[in-house]
């Protein structure tokens, strides 16, 4: 990592997932390798080629925001986002800080749309127009806005909705950003505000994602992409990554949050350091729009940028003798392509050394969260270097022969980890990495 740029650490974390709500609770569950799957609520699901999702269930905004009345236009994920980035802003301590420089925080998310409500939105539009069809009569529209307006609130909000209200509820004013790269999203953004302090732009960042795509029209674009399980007679055992017997990814939803600080910044305040983040890559297949490039080209590109940008050797060893990354926390989505793909990429990157750094999917126990699951992944990676626990990925009962990684099959495995390394691929090619270390105020 050169001279020139800021150290960055994360000194909050947050998360709101089908397995919980706040940090202890999510974790304990990971570990244990409980599963968050069960036949879908949400929605009657009963006719669909897929009946279950990963739904997050006794979720209540007023629990996590003090006065709701400032988001009554919150989409869901909008509330997610609020709820996680409160837990991460608290456990900051920015709450508390008095010499906040607010135009110098900002945000940086990886959001996806809000839960549509179709039938809403058309009843409003269609009563707009008058007979002819060539203008809208405005006493008509408002008419049937007023009658629909309690779900008119949820109707597919713009993606940069949640920044917005993150930018409401905790008053600042610096660079606010939203990227919505998929499956990669959230990844991205917290490497991009990473960026954004290295190159001297912020002192703090509020990064992360939130989506929530278990709807109607989310689980029929899954199911048409033949990209689900359909395992409706065991929907805990459904998200399976690795295994031959896989046979698609799990719908989630949720959100997580990280607050970045420059380390300076950090110290002068007097912070709990969580962790360092040291690496950022990103690259694109160029291949399709869903499929993967078969060689595994960006998923690599992406994990070698990062290890450059950390200054990490990816064939070398640490002074204990073990390689310089502990833990990849996997895309792992349980797809017959992606599990293969990512193995042979991370094969290719660390060669000879790859059979020894352990592997897991929490894919496995809480679904796809899509554009969150890359920040929820990170924060898991960070768990592990404080904790010193990695996650299983569930389910594995018959690896396929084309992964044949350690990924921690199962069971929980206690590991020293130093560093981890995590991994989000997306839709159209994007290939995300972050790297994230232990915290050491030694180090240059």
Known sequence: MSDSKQRVVITGMGWITPLGHDIETVWARLIAGDSGISHTERFDASTYPTTFSAEIKGFRFEDHVSDISRHENASLNSQYALAAATQAWRQSGLDRCETLNRQRTGIYLGAGEGPPDFDSAT????????????????RAWMQAAGEHIDKWKEVAQDPNMAVMHLATEFGVTGPSCNCLTAC??????????????????ADVMIAGGTHSMIHALGVTGFNRLTALSTRNDSPQTASRPYDISR???????????????TLEHAQARGAEILAELIGFGSSADAFRITDMQPEGIGPRASMEQALRDAGLEPHGRGEDGRPVVHYISAHGTSTQEN???????????FGELAPEIPVSSIKSMMGHLIAAAGVV??????Q???????PPTINLSTPDPECDLDYVPNEARQVAVEAALSNSFGFGGQNDTLIVRRYSNGRD
């Open 339 to 349: 599990d293969s793909t990512e193995t042979m990429a991370v094969k290719a990157v």
């Open 377 to 382: 992944e990170l924060i898991a990676s960070i």
């Open 123 to 138: 009843v409003t539009n269609l009563a707009g127009w008058d007979a002819g069809g060539d203008h809208i009569d405005p």
């Open 184 to 201: 990669a999203a959230s990844t991205q953004a917290i490497g991009e505000a990473m960026e954004l302090i290295r190159r001297g732009d």
């Open 247 to 261: 046979d698609g990814f799990v719908l989630g939803e949720g959100a997580g949050m990280v607050i970045l600080e």
């Open 384 to 390: 592990t270097i404080r904790t010193g626990s990695i």
